[in-house]
């Protein structure tokens, strides 16, 4: 009852309740009898101004009333909870009608939640309190709503609750569960706050109870803070990669594909790097390549010698290094048969690593326009 009194005084807009005629007592009206503020009267037990206990409200029709005539709509009779009418249902909970149309039932708690039951009402009669738009779970501060299994045994746990109070021989059970943090205060418009987590627990045939439709945002922002840590991970373990083998190497610049085939001559006898896809070996020690990313340097193909049918690995693509020497045939490579006529830029490979994800990501999966620059002089970080 303490939850439910905290939620109510503090919700917004409160729910519709109508002060009987003959008394000061008020009587909730869901749907069309509060909306319309129907003239009622209630005889029987009230507790701070609502209806609380057995008795019996009439609902008059309000056009007869206004002309000076009392005509009965709809009457109740049966037990009350703070002005919402339950009828005959054996319920030692509180009640409270909650917002709008909605009413909350309070069955204690499960774990360190408070566990509020939340039902539509009904056009006329009593509220029923073993149909349910969902159960809310009121979290506690320091609660870990990240921890996806503690939040999923909470749910399934609500979900026992519900089936214990209002058993059902029905083959298809579910039960939606919503986590909130307390309180339970509206915005301006009365909408009721984001929900921390949601699920459905579904009881289907027999089969043990799982959640359907899960839904965590919490839980949600850690796994993506770590997938963000384990990317970061990546690319700093990549660009440390990445200016070892340059330092190791000596590299003076790394080129693509079609700047080594536009200008040979610019970096003849430097050593250059280039990440290059296989197209084919033209002989056991000549291979002829392109980019190993077409997609953002265009086409373009080189002539390298000193590779194997190892040297590209299961992608077909690597990071060759090596100097360049102008252009060459096949041909002056020793190739021989219908590929010795063509002729590219030859790289003598000195240095060669095969590429473990496409594009050469693995090498170049980092932010490597800030620290270098394609075609340009480059000096590997220390």
């Known amino acids: 009852m303490l939850a439910l009194a905290g939620l109510a005084h503090a919700s917004a807009p409160a729910a519709d309740f109508v002060t009987s005629l003959d008394s000061r007592c008020a ?139 209002c058993p059902s021989n029905a083959a298809f059970r579910a039960t939606d569960v919503v986590l909130w943090k307390a309180v339970l205060i509206p915005d301006p418009q009365g909408t009721e706050p984001p929900a921390l987590a949601k699920g459905s627990v579904v009881l289907d045939n027999g089969k043990p109870a799982e959640v359907r439709a899960y839904r965590n945002d919490a839980s949600a922002a850690v796994r993506q803070k770590q997938a963000d840590a384990e990317r970061s991970a990546r690319r700093e373990q990549a660009r440390q990669a990445f200016h070892r083998l340059s330092a190791d190497q000596h590299v003076n610049a790394w080129l693509t594909v079609a700047q080594a085939d536009k200008d040979p001559f610019k970096w003849q006898g430097k050593t250059v790097a280039l990440t290059v896809r296989l197209e084919r070996m033209l002989s056991p020690s000549v291979a002829w390549v392109s980019e190993a990313d077409r997609t953002g340097y ?27 020497d102008g252009r060459r045939k096949a041909s002056d490579l020793g190739v021989s048969g219908s590929s010795d006529s063509l002729e590219a830029t030859t790289l003598n490979v000195t240095h060669t690593r095969p590429c473990e994800q496409r594009q050469c990501m693995d090498w170049l999966g980092w932010d490597v326009r800030k620290e270098m620059t394609w075609g340009e002089p480059f000096k590997a970080a220390p």
């Open 298 to 324: 265009g086409y373009a193909s080189l002539l390298l010698k000193g590779v194997n049918s190892d040297t590209f690995g299961k992608l077909d693509t690597a990071v060759v290094i090596g100097q360049l």
């Open 27 to 165: 009587v909730w009206g869901p749907w069309s009898l509060g909306d319309d503020k129907q003239p009622v009267r209630y005889q029987g037990p009230c507790v701070q101004g609502k209806a609380d206990g057995r008795g019996k409200a009439q609902w008059l029709n309000p056009y007869r009333f206004k002309e000076g005539k009392e005509e009965v709509d709809e009457a109740w009779e049966g037990t009350f909870r703070r002005g919402v009418f339950i009828g005959d249902q054996t319920f030692k909970g509180g009640v409270e009608a909650w917002r709008g149309n909605l009413v909350l039932s309070d069955h204690g708690k499960i774990g360190d939640t408070i566990a509020l039951w939340v039902h539509r009402a009904p056009a006329k009669g009593p509220v029923n309190l073993c149909e349910l738009e969902h159960v809310a779970l009121v979290v506690p501060n320091g609660f870990k709503v990240e921890d996806d299994a503690l939040v999923q045994a909470r749910m399934l746990a609500a979900q026992q609750a519900v089936v214990a109070a």
